[in-house]
């Protein structure tokens, strides 16, 4: 495809251009050649998507439907969604940077699961339930009916644009909501495309918008907006925190699933063929720009160096190159900005005395000139105090960190801000599962890192966000309780409550 594609926002079941007429370049990360345009959004626009998701809320023509009707539309999206493969993967893949055999493999796949968990499971949670009458009450019949949240506003970034997304508009429709969600501006075309297939699929006009532009007009608009009931927010802890403060002043429900560094521990009785390869995939899937990414690598002093000579002996075999490549097994980084902040971290790093093992330089050889390649980048002598091991750096950078015994490797890899992902790799099942219990995260792994599942909760411990995606959890996160209490007493003269003011 060699022309621009030109996009506008999905309003109330269309494409509806921006009021502003501004567009926003979307690139390719590899080439740096203009793909498509979006509109950039203002806060009309923002205003325009709100009402219609209100009006479409307030009508019912969702919110009313049963449970079991909303599953056949949401199955046969899901459906839809796997029919679309080739083209969502593509798109992805294009913007992104994401290597097509990832986003061909997994990330549709992954679109479709989060849409049939969110039928699946609403089987699985009361959305009726009686209160017990005890023999001392006033005879009453009191239930419980458990109901949407009303419009619910999704924020995502950049990283995986459509999973994110789903994790976010699955089960908010599931539960009756509306939503009006917003991509990040680099990655914006594959969330217009599906919630244009959500409509297809025969979600209602106005119940799935998508309003593109920066997060500072479209996203700050979203978070502040009065008729939003609920904020559900994925990207970095900085914003994250701007968003909890915006929301907080209209008390309306947040989810946050922020940053991490996630600690990857090796214990001495791991299988080191395993721990490698785990080590690798935890710190360079996507290109190392994964928020539970495994980045702070830590090795039992004595075995460090066999441990890094292994790693880099796998790393020089992954083929790195242009992301739609089925061959490439690491693409670019997404942006020039995030390239920026990689490069900076790896300075950081050396100057405050580690030393690169492997990698460190950005890749400027023929066709690696006009994207934005880095090398795989390991390094070594770092503590757990310096800045490029603490902070999040999002890019293919590894830190190995040797420790003495079990429970110094504990305290190492939980004395971080974050607690989004932990992997722990072993062949001794109950160690490592006593070093699971010990770990204060949203998610520990063993002899893996990355398995997300749809079928379970994924979200953050300490600064990396409040809140729970997927599994069960996540359907309470975007509806809320109502107690109906029928008094079967309705004769004032009667009515014992009544007394307490003298009523009978
Ligand atoms: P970001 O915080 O810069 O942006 C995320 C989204 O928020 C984007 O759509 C952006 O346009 C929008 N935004 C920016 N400023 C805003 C504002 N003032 N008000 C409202 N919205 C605003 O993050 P990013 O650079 O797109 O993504 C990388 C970050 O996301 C990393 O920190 C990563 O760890 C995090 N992340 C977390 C998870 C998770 O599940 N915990 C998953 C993926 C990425």
């Known amino acids: 495809m060699s022309s621009v594609m030109?996009?506008?926002?999905?309003?109330?079941?269309?494409?509806?251009?921006?009021?502003?007429?501004?567009?926003?370049?979307?690139?390719?990360?590899a080439t740096q050649e203009v793909v498509a345009q979006v509109?950039?959004?203002?806060?009309?626009?923002?205003?325009?998507?709100?009402?219609?998701?209100?009006?479409?809320?307030?009508?019912?023509?969702?919110?009313?439907?049963?449970?079991?009707?909303?599953?056949?539309?949401?199955?046969?999206?899901?459906?839809?969604?796997?029919?679309?493969?080739?083209?969502?993967?593509?798109?992805?893949?294009?913007?992104?940077?994401?290597?097509?055999?990832?986003?061909?493999?997994?990330?549709?796949?992954?679109?479709?699961?989060?849409?049939?968990?969110?039928?699946?499971?609403?089987?699985?949670?009361?959305?009726l339930e009686h209160a017990m009458c005890l023999p001392w009450h006033i005879p009453q019949h009191s239930y419980i009916v458990r109901e949407p949240l009303?419009?619910?506003?999704?924020?995502?970034?950049?990283?995986?644009?459509?999973?994110?997304?789903?994790?976010?508009?699955?089960?908010?429709?599931?539960?009756?909501?509306?939503?009006?969600?917003?991509?990040?501006?680099?990655?914006?075309?594959?969330?217009l495309e599906?919630?244009?297939?959500?409509?297809?699929?025969?979600?209602?006009?106005?119940?799935?918008?998508?309003v593109t532009g920066s997060g500072?007009?479209?996203?700050?608009?979203?978070a502040s907006h009065p008729e939003i009931d609920k904020?559900?927010?994925?990207?970095?802890?900085?914003?994250?925190?701007?968003?909890?403060?915006?929301?907080?002043?209209?008390?309306?429900?947040?989810?946050?699933?922020?940053?991490?560094?996630?600690?990857?521990?090796?214990?001495?009785?791991?299988?080191?063929?395993?721990?490698?390869?785990?080590?690798?995939?935890?710190?360079?899937?996507h290109t190392g720009q994964v928020c539970e990414s495994g980045t702070r690598m830590l090795v039992p002093r004595k075995m460090q160096d066999q441990i890094v000579e292994m790693m880099i002996e796998k790393i020089k075999k992954l083929p790195i190159g242009n992301q739609l490549n089925p061959a490439t097994s690491i693409g670019p980084i997404a942006s020039a900005e995030q390239l920026e902040t990689v490069m900076k971290y790896v300075d950081i790093g050396k100057k405050e005395g580690a030393q690169i093992a492997y990698g460190g330089n950005r890749m400027t050889d023929g066709a690696y000139g006009q994207g934005f390649f880095f090398e795989p980048t390991v390094f070594v002598g770092c503590n757990n105090q310096m800045t490029h091991v603490r902070e999040e750096i999002f890019g293919p950078v590894q830190c190995v960190l040797p420790y003495d015994d079990v429970e110094e490797a504990i305290a190492i890899a939980n004395d971080s801000p974050y607690g989004l992902g932990a992997s722990i790799a072993s062949m001794n099942?109950?160690?490592?599962?006593?070093?699971?219990k010990k770990i204060r995260s949203g998610t520990v792994w063993i002899n893996t890192h990355h398995m997300l599942r749809a079928d379970a909760p994924f979200g953050g411990y300490k600064q990396s966000g409040y809140g729970r995606e997927n599994g069960a959890h996540v359907l309470m996160e975007y509806s809320q309780v109502k107690h109906v209490c029928h008094n079967l007493v309705p004769d004032a003269s009667k009515y014992r409550y009544f007394k307490v003011l003298g009523l009978n």
């Not at 099942?429 to 699971?436: G, L, S």
């Open 231 to 285: 904020v559900a927010f994925t990207g970095s802890t900085e914003v994250g925190r701007q968003v909890a403060h915006m929301a907080a002043d209209g008390i309306k429900r947040v989810t946050l699933e922020l940053g991490g560094k996630s600690p990857t521990i090796v214990l001495d009785d791991a299988d080191l063929d395993m721990a490698t390869s785990l080590c690798i995939h935890a710190f360079l899937y």
């Open 39 to 127: 509109p950039k959004g203002t806060v009309n626009d923002v205003n325009k998507a709100v009402a219609n998701a209100r009006e479409a809320f307030e009508s019912g023509v969702w919110a009313n439907k049963s449970m079991e009707e909303r599953a056949e539309i949401l199955l046969k999206f899901s459906t839809n969604v796997l029919k679309n493969k080739n083209r969502l993967a593509y798109l992805e893949s294009l913007t992104s940077g994401s290597t097509i055999r990832r986003t061909m493999g997994i990330d549709v796949t992954a679109v479709s699961d989060a849409l049939k968990n969110a039928v699946q499971r609403s089987q699985e949670i009361p959305l």
């Open 150 to 191: 009303g419009v619910c506003a999704g924020i995502v970034p950049w990283n995986f644009p459509m999973i994110l997304a789903a994790w976010k508009f699955a089960p908010a429709l599931m539960m009756g909501n509306s939503i009006v969600m917003k991509p990040a501006s680099i990655t914006p075309i594959t969330l």
């Open 429 to 436: 099942a109950t160690r490592a599962q006593w070093v699971a």
């Open 6 to 29: 030109e996009y506008q926002h999905f309003i109330n079941g269309q494409w509806t251009p921006g009021e502003s007429g501004e567009t926003m370049d979307v690139i390719n990360p």
């Open 194 to 210: 599906l919630a244009n297939l959500a409509h297809e699929s025969g979600i209602p006009a106005g119940v799935f918008n998508v």
């Open 216 to 222: 500072s007009v479209v996203g700050n608009a979203l």
